[in-house]
């Protein structure tokens, strides 16, 4: 039912520098893996096998992780080490990745609208940020996401509750718990500050979205930080009563913060471990 997920990936990712200086921050590996791949495999757990990627300057290595690398493949057949690649052959025979370049920094929901071209008006579409890496309790946070999908039929924003020092890092909802765990958003504010938060509430790095999120993108203006934010975009669905929020179930780490990044570290260790 959801065919396409879009995966801005155009940042600069300047909180690991000089780490991302030439390395995109999306091909940060936890353990042997790098984020992106994460994200495309919770993805294809949701079903999809239609990748979309917004890119940027300096961001080659995401296209070539997902192509075939004929010399390496060659080098190792046969050997030890040949099974190390079978998981990212994979993705690469089931899925197709497109790329589009993000000129100018000018916010997320200005990058979402640069994906424009790739994801099309015909049908709603997911978007991961890769950078909040997220495990699912039973199955994956965007496979959850589709199941609710097929109920609501209008975006969903997955949600969890952070602590209120934190909260003016994230987009925040108010809403009315319609089933556990279930919102009817009525009200998004992006970064705000505590005492102007109208909840704990916060959106974390996944989305369902309809395709008239694009015109909605094309008409909002520059807000928090001066950049177009796909929170006031949403905004607009919210007041027509058009967004759900989900508690989702599971666990997610921030990876774009190093002590995020050093938690999902340690987790995924640990589970490769038992
Ligand atoms: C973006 C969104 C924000 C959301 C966050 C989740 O912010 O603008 O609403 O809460 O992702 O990670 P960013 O972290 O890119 O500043």
Do not use: W
């Not at 097929?150 to 994230?170: L, N």
């Not at 975009?233 to 027509?240: E, K, P």
């Amino acid at each position: 039912m959801i065919h396409k997920c879009l995966f801005p990936a155009a940042g600069y990712g300047t909180r690991f520098l000089p780490a991302t200086k030439v390395l995109p921050k999306e091909m940060l590996p936890i353990l042997d893996k790098p984020l992106i791949q994460y994200g495309v495999e919770e993805a294809m757990e949701a079903g999809i096998r239609t990748m979309a990627m917004v890119t940027g300057r300096g961001k080659r290595a995401l296209e070539d992780h997902f192509d075939v690398n004929y010399e390496l493949e060659h080098q190792i057949r046969g050997s030890s080490k040949e099974g190390l690649l079978t998981g990212i052959r994979r993705i690469i025979d089931e899925c197709t990745f497109s790329y589009t370049r993000q000129i100018e920094m000018k916010g997320l929901g200005h990058a979402i609208l640069t994906g424009e071209t790739l994801i099309g008006r015909e049908e709603a579409f997911a978007v991961l940020l890769a950078d909040d890496l997220c495990e699912g309790r039973d199955t994956g946070v965007l496979a959850q996401m589709v199941e609710l999908y097929k109920r609501f039929e209008c975006s969903i924003v997955a949600i969890e509750e952070v602590p209120m020092a934190d909260i003016h890092k994230y987009g925040v909802i108010a809403g009315e718990e319609i089933e556990p765990g279930i919102f009817r958003i009525n009200n998004m504010i992006e970064k705000p500050a505590a005492d102007q938060a109208p909840s704990n509430l916060a959106i974390i790095g996944r989305y369902i979205l309809t395709p008239d999120i694009f015109d909605i993108l094309r008409e909002t203006p520059p807000g928090t930080s001066g950049e177009i934010q796909i929170t006031d975009a949403l905004r607009v669905q919210a007041d027509q009563g058009r967004v759900i929020g989900y508690k989702f179930q599971g666990q997610r780490f921030d990876c774009g913060s190093p002590s995020g990044f050093v938690a999902a570290t340690n987790h995924f260790y640990h589970l490769s471990r038992r």
